[in-house]
T-cell receptor
Framework: AQKVTQAQTEISVVEKEDVTLDCVYE???????LFWYKQPPSGELVFLIR??????QNEISGRYSWNFQKSTSSFNFTITASQVVDSAVYFC?????????????FGTGTRLTIIP | EAQVTQNPRYLITVTGKKLTVTCSQN?????MSWYRQDPGLGLRQIYY???????DKGDVPEGYKVSRKEKRNFPLILESPSPNQTSLYFC????????????FGEGSRLTVL
């Protein structure tokens, strides 16, 4: 069964520090998709990134970067030079879409607080 | 504006009083889904729908019903709400099922007394 673990429940860092949010997943399939979503204090859910299991290239988008490692079943998210606007709950998610399985499993989330 | 709209946004009700949370999307997406968010448990999928008249259970379907009679609408029905269904509910849609980005509604906070 698909499973996502975000072991860090809460993280606090001082503004401008770098921070990494961990995501470890379990899957039985070779084809799967990983996602990160952000939930700011206003409550909406915002898509950040999608990665499929055949693309292990790391991705950078401005101050955000993602490290996908199949060998450790991890898809970690790093924020460089954090800002107060990065304060949010971040969710990692996994889908295994083969054979008609359209379930999307989220982790329990990591609440990130950036201290000014 | 492309959006997913949920109603009501906030609701306080009593045990056993049937209620429906509506969800509508204007993006012509085939895939729609419902999630509940609870502290410490993250988001858990309740039901999903791949297309009109096609629905399936997620991880926590007990106590809920859904229907998909039109592509744009995917209401969540609580036939006999109980206090353990007090939660924050999100509806989402996607053009590519669970292989692509989900577009979420703003959430519906439900309290069952």
């Amino acid at each position: 069964a698909q499973k996502v673990t975000q072991a860090q429940t809460e993280i606090s860092v001082v503004e401008k520090e770098d921070v990494t949010l961990d995501c470890v997943y379990e899957t039985r399939d070779t084809t799967y998709y990983l996602f990160w979503y952000k939930q700011p204090p206003s409550g909406e859910l915002v898509f950040l990134i999608r990665r499929n299991s055949f693309d292990e290239q790391n991705e950078i988008s401005g101050r955000y970067s993602w490290n996908f490692q199949k060998s450790t079943s991890s898809f970690n998210f790093t924020i460089t030079a954090s800002q107060v606007v990065d304060s949010a709950v971040y969710f990692c998610a996994l889908s295994e879409p083969l054979f008609g399985n359209e379930k999307l499993t989220f982790g329990t989330g990591t609440r990130l607080t950036i201290i000014p | 504006e492309a959006q997913v709209t949920q109603n009501p946004r906030y609701l306080i009700t009593v045990t056993g009083k049937k209620l429906t949370v509506t969800c509508s999307q204007n993006m012509n997406h085939e895939y729609m889904s419902w999630y509940r968010q609870d502290p410490g448990l993250g988001l858990r999928q309740i039901y999903y729908s791949m297309n009109v008249e096609v629905t399936d259970k997620g991880d926590v379907p007990e106590g809920y019903k859904v229907s998909r009679k039109e592509k744009r609408n995917f209401p969540l029905i609580l036939e006999s709400p109980s206090p353990n269904q007090t939660s924050l509910y999100f509806c989402a849609s996607s053009p590519y099922g669970v292989t692509g980005e989900l577009f979420f509604g703003e959430g519906s906070r439900l309290t069952v007394l």
